[in-house]
DNA sequence: GTACAGGTTCCGT
DNA sequence: ACGGAACCTGTA
């Protein structure tokens, strides 16, 4: 088991609910169990409050980057908190952080987002896993890694259709070639600037320009990345009285570098907490 | 039956 | 370029 000492801005369950990750359940003492590409785990605080993980890989430094632990909430609250919107959303969401997804999962987890629902996305991903995925055995518990990009990109649309993602079938297969073919690859991204970056992934079909902002931020560790979704394009019109066609421009402008935290704090405090 | 869901593509002007 | 319908499926 590994542990991580107790952390300000830190909340398993803000983390794992905030949505933009689909593959973590909360049990009901509390802990979530779940499966980052193929490790399997589970995840809860001890009576100190340090983190504990238990799972089929045991790398402190795996988990540690996963749970993005070196970042510094405490500052990018308090660069947000000139804006009394942010200060009240972060205040509340304090413990929200941005995992570092990775690449492949987080593509064809996001084209299945599209119009779509949080229940119905958790499904479909969890029955993708379940039919192509290697299966994992932890804690006397059958889970499924997310499924390789080569053995997907072999696969027919009929081969597809009992994971019921209707017209997003394609999308995946053609996503999965991509990969299987190395015309997209994390290395080849990272050195990308956020444009370039975003405009490679947008040669999927599927990955228009939000599912894109999504990879960049909770994949990519582009931070400053604000994805507008129907959610947050309302919240900002709400709140500041900007017309739809400046939103990107004034989001860009008014949180900078924190952008994509600040997208969370908004998301997470309009749409999931007070629902 | 019908509307809608963390959007994107496709097809009209 | 830009606006609006169509899109799979499940749920209310």
């Known amino acids: 088991m590994l542990s991580f000492e107790k952390k300000d801005c830190f909340s398993l369950e803000q983390t794992f609910l905030c949505g933009q990750c689909f593959r973590w359940n909360m049990e009901e003492n509390g802990a979530f169990v779940g499966v980052a590409g193929d490790k399997a785990a589970k995840l809860y605080y001890d009576s100190n409050g340090a983190v504990c993980v238990e799972s089929t890989c045991e790398d402190e430094k795996f988990w540690s980057e996963y749970l993005n632990l070196s970042f510094d909430y405490k500052k990018a609250a308090e660069f947000l908190s000139f804006d009394e919107n942010l200060k009240k959303a972060s205040n509340s969401g304090k413990g929200i952080r ?39 055995i932890f804690d006397k518990r ?37 990969f299987a073919e190395g015309k997209i690859s994390f290395e080849k991204i990272k050195t990308m600037s956020d444009l370039e970056a975003k405009n490679t992934l947008m040669q999927i079909k599927g990955v228009g320009s939000k599912v894109a902002d999504c990879i960049l931020l909770f994949s990519l560790e582009r931070g400053g990345i604000f994805p507008l979704d129907v959610w947050t394009k309302r919240i900002i019109g709400d709140l500041y009285g900007v017309g739809e066609k400046d939103i990107p421009q004034f989001v860009a402008q008014r949180f900078k570098n924190y952008g994509g935290i600040a997208q969370q704090y908004l998301y997470y405090y309009y749409a999931i907490q007070k629902k």
């Open 142 to 178: 059958k889970f499924f890694a997310f499924p390789e990009p080569k053995k997907v990109a072999q696969l027919s649309l009929s081969d597809l259709a009992p994971i019921k993602a209707g017209f997003r079938d394609k999308y995946i297969l053609e996503a999965a070639k991509k």
């Open 98 to 136: 941005i995992l570092k997804q990775e690449l492949w999962e987080t593509t064809v987890s996001f084209i299945i987002s599209a119009n779509n629902n949080i229940p119905r996305i958790k499904k479909i991903i969890e029955s993708f896993c379940e039919l192509f995925g290697d299966e994992i």
